[in-house]
């Protein structure tokens, strides 16, 4: 084959969702609003950090905005299943965006409370846990199953665009018109998603049956994921790292403050390092076709040794190149674990089965933002860090295929590699 047909070839699987219209207006509309995500991220950090000095507080406060993500999002999953996601996702936008314009509206009048921050927190997690398993269930009807993995991989891609634009947004806003401009800004951002979504060709999405209300639907969305290992397993791993190893708007302002004794503008400089790599990360995985839990469990061994090395770095300079490798295994990480969940999900549990997702990657922070919060405070930043390292090492431990399930020596790869993983998009 000629290298211009190869060079053609490849580009066309890095970019193999981007050809359905409607995908790219979906991604268009979210990632103008996922920029606006990462500049309230950097903004409340550092609100809360400005307006109590104390890291435990600042978990606490984090943990109160995702605490409804734990609690309401097995609930949520089942709506997501009943009813349509593109409608359930234009209900969360609206509510979000009106969280976020009266919290940007009470730091700029001067009455900003803690307690305020903790009260918009709750509803902004209740809008979030509905927000959640509706986006990532929608992005299979947008694109249809064949392009899945392509489309989880570009998604979570440009989510840590995001992260890198975001940040650098805040930094400079922060410095010259305040913090309040930030939840303004993030706001404005939701009306991009809505536009999105009513632009949509309704007719060529690929949307499940609605389920239909019956008693017991939850547990048995709970049965059929418990049953299926490429399910059950991912989420476990997901909980684990999700728990201790995500909490990086707990342990990157901390580890800027207190262990580099630098200013507001070192947080968003490593959550932008953080997001480069994940950006280059995620360009890398766009050509990797393979998912599963032995490709995850690999990942999760490379991210605790990303996460010690942030752990030890000497100097802010090391940290930042530390965080640009623990972007890279985020991004493989995250991408892996939801497009195998994806793949093994059956249409009419797609939204339980990703509310389960949720919980393990977002409904995990209430439980870990706290205990991250704390260890950094009452020990040092670096050991908060450690501790996510050793909760990858965990999760890869749960990845581990038993013996007694291993194929022989010299077994056919096929035996090995789930059909659903390779080449989606050329069946």
Known sequence: MPATSKTSNRLH???AALTVRNFRRYVSGQSL???????ETVAQGLLVLHLTHSGALLGLTTATRYAPVLLLSPY??????RFSKRRVLLVTQFGLGAVSLLLGVAVLTDRVALWQVFVLGVAFGTFSALDN????????EVVGPALVRN???????????????GPTIAALLV???GIGW?????AASFLAVIASLLALDTGKLHPAVPVPRGRGQLRAGWRYAAGVPDIIRPVVMMALVGTFAFEFEVSFPLLAHDT???GDDAYGWLLGSFGLGAVAGGIYALGQERTGVPRLRRIAIGYATAMGLLAVAPTLAAAFGACFLVGVATIFFLSTGNATVQLASNSRYRGRVMALWSIALVGSTPIGAPIIGAVSQGLDPRVGVGLGALSCLAAAAVGRTPRAQRPPRGAAATMTAPAPTRRPWRR
């Open 13 to 15: 699987q890095l970019g």
């Open 33 to 39: 609003s996922l920029i606006g995500t990462w500049v």
């Open 76 to 81: 949520a999953g089942l709506l997501v299943d």
């Open 133 to 140: 398993p509706a986006r990532q269930a929608f992005v299979s």
């Open 151 to 165: 489309a989880v991989t570009l998604n979570s891609t440009l989510v840590n665009v995001a992260r890198v634009i």
């Open 175 to 177: 410095g010259s018109a």
């Open 182 to 186: 930030c939840f303004v800004i993030n």
């Open 260 to 262: 580099f004794g630098a």
